[in-house]
């Protein structure tokens, strides 16, 4: 322990006789020409992953609830519309039984696919395009 | 004037003083500079990742958050840079050599050191930091130069802390050996 306390005050003194390396002249003024240059860009998403994450369980959540519990308010609305409920009765059935009857239920139209799929891609794609002209930006300067 | 802290000038630049970002520039590009050239060992590529880091933080520092301390975010950013720099260069990095047998006692070398004059304790270290691998390089400036923490360096460096503290002793290691081989060399040509 001792020994390593005198190497490190020895090394500590010639690493700080070396001293920092000096930046080129200007550096400071090229720094700023190229601030000024360039404006700033908040790259940062308006809703981070975890918001996103948030607001789909959210929805999820809500589309599960409407269609399965109880509601009076909601019950009437489906009365009027037609639309069938999905009954509580197969959560008896035991949890992963009753998650496969229950997606085994459900009906989803092609265009409801067309429209998730576009969502996703569009998704993907911003993030890609502000990805690569980010880095174009950067190579140009 | 009396110069203020990093803070002060920080929330200039958010309030929107875009000058106030050369106060930073003035206080850490060096700092910023020996890192970059720690790593690329190139005067021109060490320029360049500097000035990105500068321009990486400053479009950054709207998302900054100040508990974590400018200085290690400033750090990690030029680190990263000069890191993505390397790879994109494909620089060859030097491995870690095994650690070189121990002879003299400490304060031997000491000794020596102290009758070397201040010019050739430069060019001692000089040689033996650019025997170093990269990484290693930016630990002896971070820790040695900047007295920063374990903690600090393995936030800038994204190494785990056990793992910086487990370079930092091979590291010291490593300086020790060599710098007794150069003493040992420079007393076998003297005699």
């Known amino acids: 322990m001792e020994n390593q306390a005198k190497r490190d005050e020895l090394i500590r003194k010639l690493v700080r006789q070396k001293g920092m390396e000096k930046t080129p002249d200007n550096f400071t003024d090229k720094v700023m020409s190229r601030i000024k240059a360039d404006p700033v860009i908040d790259d940062t998403p308006l809703l981070s992953t975890g918001a996103w994450i948030a607001i789909i369980l959210g929805v999820a959540a809500m589309i599960v609830v409407i269609f399965t519990v109880d509601i009076p308010y909601i019950d009437q609305i489906f009365s009027s519309t037609g639309i069938q409920k999905v009954s509580m009765n197969i959560f008896s059935q035991g949890f992963f039984n009753s998650i496969y009857a229950f997606i085994k239920g459900l009906q989803i139209s092609s265009i409801t696919v067309v429209i998730v799929a576009a969502a996703a891609g569009l998704v993907l794609l911003e993030r890609l395009l502000r990805r690569r002209f980010s880095e174009t930006r950067l190579l140009i300067i | ?191």
């Open chain 2, 1 to 191: 004037m009396e110069p203020r802290d990093d803070n002060h000038y920080i929330n200039e630049v958010i309030a929107g003083n875009t000058a106030s970002f050369a106060m930073l520039v003035d206080r850490h590009k060096d700092l910023v500079f020996t890192i970059a050239m720690n790593i690329t060992r190139n005067r021109e590529d060490a320029e360049e990742v500097a000035q990105d880091a500068f321009l990486k933080a400053y479009q950054k520092l709207a998302g900054f958050r100040k508990e974590s301390g400018f200085k290690t975010w400033l750090y990690r950013i030029a680190y990263n840079e000069a890191i993505s720099r390397i790879r994109k260069n494909k620089i060859k990095t030097l491995d870690l050599e095994e650690e070189i047998m121990e002879i003299m006692p400490e304060e031997e070398v000491e000794e020596d050191i102290a009758g070397l004059d201040g010019q050739e304790q430069k060019q001692v270290i000089i040689k033996i930091l650019d025997k170093l691998p990269e990484i290693d390089r930016v630990l002896v400036t971070l820790f040695y130069l900047e007295n920063q923490s374990v903690v600090e360096i393995s936030e800038v460096t994204g190494l785990g802390e056990s793992n910086v503290k487990v370079r930092l002793h091979r590291v010291r290691k490593r300086i020790y050996s060599e710098l007794q081989e150069i003493l040992n060399k420079r007393a076998l040509r003297i005699s």
